[in-house]
């Protein structure tokens, strides 16, 4: 059985940092491409930042570049996205996604940035 399961979503004020994380099971992690994707308010579900299988290649949606970093550790099944000098509208449900010929979905974890 597949899973995808985010944790480390918040509360935190603007400009200070969490780090979220994405346990993955049920299927070869080390083949899938990772990705977060996050979702606001009212709107689409929009992609924030993408790791290749190896880990050697990353990219980001220009709103988060120079904030936000992606990870992963194959050895764990894991992948992370540390998130620093978050602004509100960073405000969103943030989803791990796995990538390969299908998609797999975790379940989504809250981030609020507001003071």
Known sequence: QVRLVESGGGLVQPGGSLRLSCAASG????LYGMNWY???PGKERVLVAGITSDGGST???DSVKDR?????DNAKNTIYLQMNSLKPEDTAV???NAR???DFWG????????S
């Open 68 to 72: 936000f970093t992606i990870s992963r």
């Open 100 to 102: 390969r010929y299908i």
């Open 38 to 40: 996050r979702q606001a």
């Open 94 to 96: 943030y989803y791990c």
């Open 107 to 114: 379940k989504g974890t809250l981030v609020t940035v507001s």
């Open 27 to 30: 299927f070869t992690f080390s």
């Open 59 to 61: 990219n980001y949606v």
